[in-house]
């Protein structure tokens, strides 16, 4: 009898996107030496081509390229689902093109020539960023896939439960008694699989409204 193992998790990549082999090169060696992984791509189509949803990791993204410019594939990024924090690079002091970067969402934006270890430390935040929002969205698919167990009343003592409100005032807010408030608590709090109300509310707090 054979039994599934967990696969192993995805190792975050630096993606490099530059038309400038020279340039590209360089980051990749520095990146590299501090021991991270990198993948230089010449050209926005290069790097849709190869980057996936499922891919962790960062893009550092040069602005000034022939055919889609670096804030063009930002854009296309968003477009196509692809979630990872952005690092803008140029040789050229454009601050408006430091606001559209973090209007569409960039960690940062850096200058050329930049010190080598900032371009390190920034990436290896973006890293972070990046596995803390696949965990958040991991965690909110699991949630959402416990509202599910919920009847419509429980739905609604989740809600109020999770505004804080006592037993008492849920009862009178849904004309139920209070003994009944205490059943559908118990209930919700055992099919969410949340310890308490504070619990109840961070999860209410993910799903916003309740995911809809």
């Not at 689902?81 to 601050?95: E, K, M, R, S, Y």
């Amino acid at each position: 009898m054979t039994t599934d193992t967990p696969a192993a998790p995805v190792a975050p990549v630096a993606f490099v996107v530059d038309d400038d082999e020279a340039v590209r090169d360089a980051l990749a060696l520095h990146l590299e030496l501090a021991g991270l992984a990198v993948r230089c791509c010449g050209s926005a189509a290069e790097f849709l081509a190869a980057a996936s949803p499922v891919q962790p990791g960062c893009a550092i993204l040069d602005i000034r390229m022939p055919g889609m410019d670096g804030l063009d594939l930002q854009q296309e990024m968003i477009r196509r689902g692809l979630t990872l924090p952005v690092i803008v690079i140029t040789g050229h002091g454009d601050v408006t093109a430091a606001v559209r970067a973090f209007r569409a969402g960039a960690v940062d934006f850096l200058q050329k020539p930049f010190d080598e270890d900032l371009l390190i430390e920034r990436v290896q935040e973006a890293f972070g960023r990046d596995l803390a929002a696949r965990r958040a969205d991991v965690e909110t698919a699991e949630i959402r896939s416990r509202l599910t167990l919920l009847s419509p009343r429980e739905l609604e003592v989740m809600d109020l439960v999770a505004q804080g409100l006592p037993n008492k005032t849920i009862a009178h807010r849904l004309a139920i008694g209070i003994r009944t408030v205490e059943t559908h608590r118990a209930r919700v709090l055992e099919k969410m699989e949340a310890r308490n109300a504070p619990e109840l509310a961070r999860m209410r707090m993910l799903l916003g409204d309740r995911g809809d």
